[in-house]
C-alpha cells in the first residue's frame, strides 16, 4: 500500500523558513517523480513543485520560484521543501503527491499524502 | 497563463446522473485527470488519461475529454459521492501543473 506521510508544518513568522519533509512506503520510491502541492483553507488546489525519479528535472510554479527548494533524498525514501522567505499568502494545507511516470512532466498525481498545515503569520 | 474553468457547484439527486465540466484552451489536445475531495481528507484520483478508472473507484465514474471541454460523470449519484471534485492537467507551454477552480458537488 503507497503510504506518504507529510510533517514538518506549523506557525512561522513572515520572511522565516520552514523545511516540509514526506516519507514514503509501499513503492519503489525513486522509480518515479514527485510532487507539492498546496491548498489555502477553504480553497481550491495548487501544484507548487515537482522533481523526477533522479532530480534531473524540477519545475517551481511562479508563486513560489526562487524562494521555494525540493529536493528528495532516494536512499531514505524521503521528499523534501525548503521554504524561504515565506509570505503570507504561503499559508496552506502542503500535500506531498505521487507521479505514475519516472518524469516530472505530462504526468498526474496518483496518491497523495494527508497533508500538513503551514501558517505565516506574526 | 492556462486556466481551467469549473462550474462553482452541482447539484444532483440521489440516483441521478451529475455532470461536471473543465474548460480550457484546446484542452481535448491534453490528458486529464479529475480528483474528488471530501471534507477533511486529501484528494483522491477517480479518474486518469480522460476517462480511465483507477482501481478501486466505482463504475458510476466516467470521463471524456474532446474540443475544449473535459467532463467528469457520475452515473447513479449516491450520497457518498458529496464532495469537491478537481480537474488537472498539463500546461505544455509553460510546463506546470493546472488544477480547474473546484466543483462542489450536493447530493440533494
Known amino acids: 500500500e503507497v503510504q506518504l506521510v507529510e510533517s514538518g508544518g506549523g506557525l512561522v513568522q513572515p520572511g522565516r523558513s520552514l523545511r516540509l519533509s514526506c516519507a514514503a512506503s509501499?513503492?519503489?520510491?525513486?522509480?518515479?517523480?514527485m510532487h507539492w502541492v498546496r491548498q489555502v483553507p477553504g480553497k481550491g488546489l495548487e501544484w507548487v513543485s515537482g522533481l523526477s525519479w533522479n532530480s534531473g528535472s524540477i519545475g517551481y510554479a511562479d508563486s513560489v520560484k526562487g524562494r521555494f527548494t525540493i529536493s528528495r533524498d532516494n536512499a531514505k525514501n524521503s521528499l523534501y521543501l525548503q521554504m524561504d522567505s515565506l509570505r503570507a499568502e504561503d499559508t496552506a494545507f502542503y500535500y506531498c503527491?505521487?507521479?505514475?511516470?519516472?518524469?516530472?512532466?505530462?504526468?498526474?498525481?496518483?496518491?497523495w499524502g494527508q497533508g500538513t498545515l503551514v501558517t505565516v503569520s506574526s | 497563463s492556462y486556466e481551467l474553468t469549473q462550474p462553482p457547484s452541482v447539484s444532483v439527486s440521489p440516483g441521478q446522473t451529475a455532470s461536471i465540466t473543465c474548460s480550457g484552451d484546446r484542452l481535448g489536445d491534453q490528458s486529464v485527470c479529475w480528483y474528488q475531495q471530501r471534507p477533511g481528507q486529501s484528494p483522491v484520483m477517480v479518474i486518469y488519461?480522460?476517462?480511465q478508472r483507477p482501481s478501486g473507484i466505482p463504475e458510476r465514474f466516467s470521463g471524456s475529454n474532446s474540443g475544449n471541454t473535459a467532463t467528469l460523470t457520475i452515473t447513479g449519484t449516491q450520497p457518498m459521492d458529496e464532495a469537491d471534485y478537481y480537474c488537472?492537467?498539463?500546461?505544455?507551454?509553460?510546463?506546470?501543473?493546472?488544477f480547474g477552480t473546484g466543483t462542489q458537488v450536493t447530493v440533494l
Open positions: 503527491a505521487k507521479g505514475s511516470l519516472p518524469s516530472r512532466n505530462r504526468d498526474y498525481f496518483d496518491h
Open positions: 509501499g513503492f519503489t520510491f525513486d522509480n518515479y517523480g
Open positions: 488537472l492537467a498539463w500546461d505544455s507551454s509553460t510546463a506546470f501543473y493546472v
Open positions: 488519461q480522460n476517462a
